[in-house]
């Protein structure tokens, strides 16, 4: 089994920084791309960022210059660096992962429970 637990959310002035924090746990072979995701209330979940295996890193056009996102595969975890937040960041964050683990040795994807991001203004 599986667990993806987020941490390091919390509420924050406009103009202020985060960096949340996605522990990955249990019987893990592998773990390929994480992302980060956010919810804000009355809308669709959407993507942040993403990060491959490799380091390699994407963006959504309302993050890019502000935040960043990293892994350390060695502890199978990720991070979001959100710096210059904003009221409309004001969301739930989610980590998501693509896993292989050793109870089905293919690749499933995973979700954290999330973690409240709030952005005074």
């Known amino acids: 089994q599986v667990q993806l637990v987020e941490s390091g959310g919390g509420l924050v002035q406009a103009g202020g920084s985060l960096r949340l924090s996605c522990a990955a746990s249990?019987?893990?072979?592998?773990?390929?791309?994480m992302r980060w995701y956010r919810q804000a209330p009355g809308k669709q979940r959407e993507l942040v960022a993403s990060?491959?295996?490799?380091?390699?890193?994407d963006y959504a056009d309302f993050v890019k210059g502000r935040f960043t996102i990293s892994r350390d595969n060695a502890k199978n975890s990720g991070y979001l660096q959100m710096n210059s937040l904003k009221p409309e960041d004001t969301a739930v964050y989610y980590c998501?992962?693509?896993?292989?683990?050793?109870?089905?040795?293919?690749?499933?994807?995973?979700w954290g429970q999330g973690t409240q991001v709030t952005v005074s203004s």
């Open positions: 998501n992962a693509d896993i292989v683990d050793t109870g089905t040795w293919r690749i499933s994807r995973y």
């Open positions: 249990g019987s893990i072979v592998s773990i390929n791309t």
């Open positions: 990060v491959g295996s490799g380091g390699s890193t």
